[in-house]
């Protein structure tokens, strides 16, 4: 099946601080990229859609200026959270469709933010 | 709007035991269902789906079925492996395919 990475898979940092997460396709071309976020023994909850060389769509209640996601590449989305504090501690998930349309989602492993 | 309730865990089995892990939906129109696996150190994988009321998906060994009047997709294995162990995610899409809701998971335990 489709591979898709994420890096890191863990990341400490310092409150203030921004921190870039990246989501690659590995063998697949992905026009659509999905990012999520999951708090502990919560549902995965859908942050953004983004589709390539054009902007992210966020979900209501997600602060784009905040959580800025890039998808330059067929292959690579990244999203960066800026000026890190501790709420934003989390596990992000990124998710690539080749299509628009019904295609399955392949979903990366996740990334540990943890924001001190 | 759209919501999946599933089960928590973690649920602890015997191999070669019977698993069902319950999962209800409410949604606004027709919804696609799904069921997602997720082993440890991995990313979710898709396991099954039924596009339709009364659909059967299966894969694996695991089935399950959509049941528009009890708005249920609950997911079945006969006889389960340590192998399965993972945390399973029931979900639902409905409109143009782009977005995933999901429940909160179940883990899955299978002991020798």
């Known amino acids: 099946g489709a591979v898709v990475s994420q890096h890191p898979s863990r990341v400490i940092c310092k409150s203030g601080t921004s921190v870039k997460i990246e989501c690659r396709s590995l063998d697949f071309q992905a026009t659509t990229m999905f990012w999520y976020r999951q708090f502990p023994k919560q549902s995965l909850m859908l942050m953004a859609t983004?589709?390539?060389?054009?902007?992210?769509?966020?979900e209501q209640g997600v602060e784009k200026d905040k959580f800025l996601i890039n998808h330059a590449s067929l292959t690579l989305s990244t999203l960066t959270v800026t000026s890190a504090h501790p709420e934003d501690s989390s596990f992000y998930i990124c998710s690539a469709r080749a299509g628009r349309g019904k295609e399955t989602q392949y979903f990366g492993p996740g990334t540990r933010l943890l924001v001190l | 709007g759209n919501s999946v309730t599933q089960m928590e865990g973690p649920v602890t089995l015997s191999e070669e035991a019977f698993l069902t892990i319950n999962c209800t939906y409410t949604?606004?129109?027709?919804?696609?269902l799904f069921w997602y696996v997720q082993y440890p150190g991995e990313g979710l994988q898709l396991l099954l789906k039924?596009?339709?009321?009364?659909d059967k998906g299966s894969n694996k060994g695991f089935e399950a079925t959509y049941r528009k009047e009890t708005t249920s997709f609950h997911l079945e294995k006969g006889s389960v492996q340590v192998s399965d162990s993972a945390v399973y995610f029931c979900a639902l899409e409905t409109g143009g395919g782009n977005k995933l809701t999901f429940g909160t998971g179940t883990q899955l335990k299978v002991e020798l």
């Open positions: 039924a596009t339709k009321a009364d």
């Open positions: 983004s589709n390539e060389g054009s902007k992210a769509t966020y």
């Open positions: 949604a606004t129109g027709y919804p696609s």
